[in-house]
């Protein structure tokens, strides 16, 4: 079942598209909808864009729950080891 429950936010950095070019990213769309190529029934679908260059500049990842937790919390351990002046 899906829930269409969908989370934007904006967001600052960037990231390593198509044809292995880096691109700005500011924006990011997280939902757990059916994935296009992951083999799951259901994945955390996290869209990375800069929609000020279109439809092409953007970075889709596609995780299953498990991984999307795994990743959270390898994220939350390693801004946690990061000295707090440097994360500002």
């Known amino acids: 079942m899906c829930t269409y429950e969908t989370v934007c936010l904006c967001v600052d950095g960037s ?3 198509p044809g292995g ?6 924006d990011a ?3 757990f909808d059916h994935p296009v190529h992951a083999m799951a029934d259901h994945t955390l679908n996290i869209d990375f864009t800069d ?9 889709a990842l596609e995780l299953t729950a498990e ?3 795994r990743l959270v ?5 390693a801004l946690d080891a990061v000295p707090a002046e440097l994360t500002r």
Not at 51 to 59: D, F, H
Not at 73 to 77: H, P, R, S
């Open 15 to 17: 990231g390593k598209g």
């Open 21 to 26: 070019s880096w691109l700005r990213v500011t």
């Open 29 to 31: 769309t997280v939902y």
């Open 51 to 59: 929609p000020a260059k279109g439809p092409a500049a953007r970075i």
């Open 67 to 69: 991984s999307a937790r």
């Open 73 to 77: 919390a390898a994220i939350q351990e």
